[in-house]
């Protein structure tokens, strides 16, 4: 039996998800609520300091990433009262990227799918960042981002061949895009394909 995985992310097309049967694995805070999920993915120090002061609270268990985990490290307090929401850490950074900084919450959320969770094919949705220039998040209802040209450009940028070189690395893995149009604007190999709505 395949192991399928819906990855929700945080663009505006996160909402072409709609409830389906297999692991869901969500990014920062979800832009709606959804039932089941079976961890939320967290990258930033930004959202570390937001749960820290209490600002935002996410539901549910958690998966954190390398900069997560030096925040608990540097705030062994925190860590204890929220210990309980921890699934565990994610410090996997492939070869292909340059730093945790160009590994966004995206990219490890879906790293983390093919790799631990042994995915045979992974739904995705709301990455708009492949498709337009378009880095918008709900997450930015929350915290504050730097949404100007010059910094889109520079994170479109960096993101766009990550994406290239991670569904490279998982050639066993379907990789299922959905979007409203399919003119993606990086390469797109044979285990990947869009469903448009």
């Known amino acids: 039996m395949s192991r399928t995985v819906h990855l929700i992310g945080n663009g505006d097309n996160a909402t072409m998800y709609k409830p389906s049967k297999g692991i869901k694995v ?12 079976y961890t939320t993915c967290l990258v930033d120090f930004k959202m570390m300091k937001a749960m820290t002061e209490g600002s935002v609270f ?4 958690w998966t954190l990433g390398y900069r997560p985990k030096i925040w608990m490290q540097n705030n062994p307090n925190y860590y204890m ?6 699934k565990g850490f994610y410090l996997d950074l492939p070869d292909y990227v340059a730093n945790y900084t160009d ?3 995206g990219h490890m959320a879906t790293h983390y ?7 045979d094919e992974i739904h995705m949705y709301g990455f708009d960042s492949i ?20 910094n889109n450009n520079r994170l479109a940028n960096n993101w766009r061949p990550v994406w290239e070189n991670l569904f490279k690395e998982f050639p066993n893995t379907q990789f299922i ?18 469903t448009i709505k």
């Open 81 to 86: 009262q929220v210990a309980q929401h921890i």
């Open 131 to 150: 498709f337009d220039f378009n880095l918008r998040s709900c997450t930015d209802m929350y915290l504050n981002s730097d949404r100007s040209l010059t």
């Open 103 to 105: 590994f966004n919450c």
């Open 177 to 194: 895009l959905h979007h409203e149009h399919s003119d993606a604007k990086i390469t797109l190999g044979k285990n990947v394909e869009v």
């Open 26 to 37: 969500t990014c920062n805070i979800p832009p709606f609520e959804i039932n089941n999920v």
């Open 58 to 61: 996410i539901p549910g268990e």
């Open 113 to 119: 799918s093919a790799n631990e969770l042994n995915a």
